[in-house]
């Protein structure tokens, strides 16, 4: 069958998605493309070559992609699955990237014009993933994140910012620790309750007198004054079991740790480190006494920062063995004996 330009004419032409952004599968890369074949007046039936070409642009250029058909007429009409055999590398997904495309047609070895733009429906291709970076929070409603959607461990310290005047409402699910020292010295476990007043739970007299405490999350750790560095486990009742101690000497004022280590400031005894196994006992491994009274402990991932009494504030790095070096101090005279 001989076709001109003048002769062939595509009618009807309608692009629509192939299926539907399903939650667990894989979106389709295929466009449907509906149309009509008329040569001179006739309607055109069997088969016939047709070759779908993208570009960037409505006329010139070189295509981004392109592929060739053979589809079947019948009373002209005819169906072909846009994407089911690409002659050039990529995907209609890579190609849909840009700004604007538009679809030639050759049909036999006439070329239809003019280009048609591609419009919304096939970029929805686009939606079978969400590029880096692409939500901000100005895209997330007020309340959208909820705390079924925030994995557990996901928020840690450092995303909490300082809170002035917190009003508590219901039960909070995090507990409290406090240490009561003089006569009492004991380790207090209280839980919060909705009206802000504090509901004691569980208490350990290991002797010593209780100065400072932290938690990792696994165990509780004591700084128990002359009775040295204290570990303890407790259960969902908030039931408190002691499990180890250590004494250097002196006295155990502050205490803190990070992923690797434990530090304890050991009063006249300076500034020691501990590793702790998986079931809460101690190993004492290093040491360090610049003078003064070490009192208060802190590290921020790079150093480890000593408040030293009388010998102001120190800095220390610690190796992966949890061994000390001692980098500086400087002392503005007072008494450094507060927690850092």
Request: glycine content about 16%; some cysteine; hydrophobic content about 35%.
């Amino acid at each position: 069958m001989n076709r001109t330009d003048s002769q062939l004419l595509i009618v009807i032409l309608i692009l629509i998605l192939i299926g539907g952004v399903a939650a667990h599968a894989q979106v389709p890369e295929l466009i449907n493309y509906q149309g009509r074949l008329v040569d001179g007046g006739a309607l055109v039936n069997g088969n016939t070559q047709i070759v779908f070409r993208i570009y960037n642009q409505s006329s010139g250029g070189s295509p981004l992609w392109q592929e060739t058909q053979t589809v079947a007429a019948v009373d002209g009409l005819f169906s072909a699955h846009i994407g089911a055999s690409n002659d050039t590398a990529g995907t209609l997904s890579d190609v849909l990237t840009n700004a604007s495309c538009f679809l030639e047609i050759k049909v036999g070895t006439t070329v239809m014009g003019p280009r048609e733009q591609v419009l919304a429906v096939p970029y929805s291709l686009q939606a079978d993933g969400v590029p880096p970076g692409a939500i901000s929070s100005a895209m997330l409603a007020d309340g959208a994140v909820t705390v079924d959607k925030i994995a557990t461990g996901a928020v840690t310290g450092d995303k909490i910012g300082d809170v002035d005047n917190l009003a508590i409402s219901g039960t909070l699910s995090a507990r409290i620790l406090e240490v009561a020292g003089g006569g009492g010295q004991v380790l207090q476990f209280a839980q919060a309750t909705s009206d802000g007043g504090l509901v004691h739970v569980d208490s350990d007299d290991p002797g010593g007198f209780a100065y400072g405490v932290w938690g990792d999350g696994s165990f509780i750790y004591l700084a128990n004054g002359d009775g040295g560095l204290h570990t303890y486990s407790v259960d969902g009742a908030g039931n408190l079991t002691h499990i180890d101690s250590d004494d250097q000497g002196d006295d155990a004022y502050g205490v803190w740790g990070d992923d690797s280590f434990i530090y304890l400031a050991n009063g006249y005894g300076g500034l020691h480190t501990y590793s702790v196994d998986g079931s809460g006992y101690l190993t004492h491994i290093d040491s360090d006494d610049q003078g003064g009274c070490a009192y208060g402990i802190w590290g921020d991932g790079s150093f480890i920062y000593l408040a030293d009494g009388s010998g102001g504030l120190h800095t220390y790095s610690v190796d992966g063995s949890g061994n000390l070096t001692h980098i500086d101090s400087d002392d503005q005279g007072g008494y450094a004996d507060g927690e850092i």
